[in-house]
């Protein structure tokens, strides 16, 4: 498509799968949007105006890149980890060293980021701080692994360590991670293979 074509956004609403055809909104309503190269075009705006009239909130931002970054790094960390343990977002920050787990989970993304001269403002105890209110809530991930539903690990912790590689930025910690809940969601799928 190439970046003229598409708009950057960052979905923030958790929910989950109650049965097929029916989602459970558990918190949020904000939908960040952004242009790729950062300016405040007239679709990007027409875009964010449909979205509040829905009921939605839905800030523009000109860094729409350091957002995507802020929720990648918070999903690289908690999705694989909730496979392992079993817990809620509020289960897992809620302990001390899986919380140190995440932060240290957290700061190898960033550094990734940082790597493509992406800055993340808020830092991984901030983030997970901003993460409190979900407390009871489950990943994504989790929520799928229950369900026997596809869990997409590679789409988000694989493609951090991917780009870890090509920017020379270790993430071993991520990586020892992720090898553990593929494993995880192999045995749930019926066995290694």
């Known amino acids: 498509l190439g970046p003229e074509h598409a708009l ?3 979905a923030y609403p958790a929910a989950r799968v109650v ?3 029916v989602v459970e909104h558990v918190y949020g309503t904000r939908f960040s949007l952004g242009e790729p190269d950062g300016s405040l075009s007239a679709r990007v705006q027409r875009v964010a105006a449909m979205l509040v009239a ?8 000109q860094n729409i890149r350091s957002e995507v970054w802020t929720k990648l790094a918070l999903n690289a960390a908690c999705n694989p980890v909730s496979l392992l343990t079993g817990g ?6 809620g302990d001390a060293q899986v919380a140190a787990v995440l932060e240290a989970l957290m700061h190898e993304t960033l550094g990734v980021a940082a790597s493509l001269g992406v800055r993340v403002p808020l830092q991984p105890r901030q983030l997970l701080d901003l993460t409190r209110p979900l407390g009871i809530h489950k990943t994504s991930s989790l929520q799928d692994l229950e369900a026997g539903r ?5 789409p988000v912790a694989g493609a951090v360590i991917e780009l870890g590689k090509l920017r020379k930025v270790p993430t071993p910690t991520l990586a020892a991670v992720l090898a553990l809940a593929r494993l995880r969601v192999q045995l749930a799928a019926g066995g290694a293979s």
Do not use: D, K, S
């Open 19 to 21: 049965e097929p055809g």
């Open 88 to 93: 809620t977002l509020g289960e897992m920050i």
């Open 8 to 10: 950057g956004c960052v």
């Open 54 to 61: 829905a009921g939605l909130e839905a800030p523009v931002r």
């Open 150 to 154: 596809p869990v997409e690990l590679e």
